[in-house]
């Protein structure tokens, strides 16, 4: 299993784009099918991060592993095709990875830890969501 020496520099980006979205370490935890402990020790710079646990992370948080990679240094900004969920995207991945029975069929499917998939189901959802809100302004 390949490991990246994180440096200081994935640490500092987990902890920013977990505490952007306001989680606490064992939100993440959850979120990224890992241990509380685990997500301080990757924080805090004091442990090496195996290329599937910074999938994991990436997950996690909805953003692409290539951004993770970024801050390790490990990827140029240009290497990497996947870019940001715009926040309309991360809203609906965030709301899908609230409903226990999508996470449950992307787990026995064994993508749960994978944001292409999280970004590809939440832009199938965005026009049924974007017509359930337009429909709530209707009724208002």
């Known amino acids: 299993m390949a490991k990246v020496n994180t440096e200081g520099h994935v640490g500092p980006t987990v902890r920013r784009l977990r505490r952007e979205r306001r989680w606490t370490q064992e939100d993440l935890a959850e979120r990224a099918g890992v241990d509380q402990t685990t997500v301080s020790l990757v924080e805090t710079a004091?442990?090496?991060?195996?290329?599937?646990?910074?999938?994991?992370?990436?997950?996690?948080?909805?953003?692409?592993?290539?951004?993770?990679?970024?801050?390790?240094?490990?990827?140029?900004?240009?290497?990497?095709?996947?870019?940001?969920?715009?926040?309309?995207?991360?809203?609906?991945?965030?709301?899908?990875?609230?409903?226990?029975?999508i996470v449950a069929q992307l787990k026995e499917a064994g993508i749960a830890d994978d944001p292409g998939a999280w970004r590809d189901l939440a832009d199938l959802w965005r026009p049924y969501l974007a017509?359930?809100?337009?429909?709530?302004?209707?009724?208002?």
Request: aromatic share 2%.
């Open 131 to 140: 017509a359930v809100v337009r429909g709530r302004r209707d009724d208002a």
């Open 46 to 101: 004091k442990r090496d991060v195996p290329l599937d646990l910074m999938r994991k992370l990436a997950g996690g948080l909805g953003v692409p592993v290539g951004l993770l990679l970024r801050a390790a240094g490990l990827l140029e900004e240009a290497e990497c095709a996947e870019e940001e969920p715009d926040p309309e995207l991360r809203a609906i991945m965030e709301y899908l990875r609230q409903q226990p029975d």
